[in-house]
């Protein structure tokens, strides 16, 4: 049976954006450029555990794991709102599974 060649889409701030700061998924519509804003999130006890873990993991801030956290999301969002799938792996050689998100 032929290798099933793997594709990935690497998020990370586009070079001369001038939003890479904070880092954006690829995207063919540009959005216009917007000014940053200040917000106030009340984080569950979920939601503040896994920004510790993040944070440890990544070396990132707190500002910077949320930042990318919504870009994230934001470009999961868009494959699916276009009829896209999103796909992981858990382990090397593990079968890929589709994710559901609700």
């Known amino acids: 049976m032929p290798e099933k060649k793997e594709r990935s889409t690497i998020v990370e701030p586009s070079r001369g954006d001038p939003d890479a700061e904070g880092g954006t998924a690829a995207t063919s519509e540009r959005q216009p450029s917007v000014a940053a804003e200040r917000v106030t999130v009340n984080l569950t ?6 920004m510790g873990n993040l944070v440890n993991w990544t070396g990132y801030t707190k500002t910077d794991t949320i930042n990318r956290a919504l870009q994230i999301y934001e470009f999961i969002q868009q494959i699916m709102e276009n009829g896209g799938t999103v796909h992981v792996r858990q382990a090397e050689g593990a079968e890929p599974e589709r994710l559901t998100f609700f």
Do not use: C, F, I, Q
Request: aromatic share 0%; net charge positive; proline share 17%.
């Open 45 to 50: 006890p979920r939601s503040v555990r896994a």
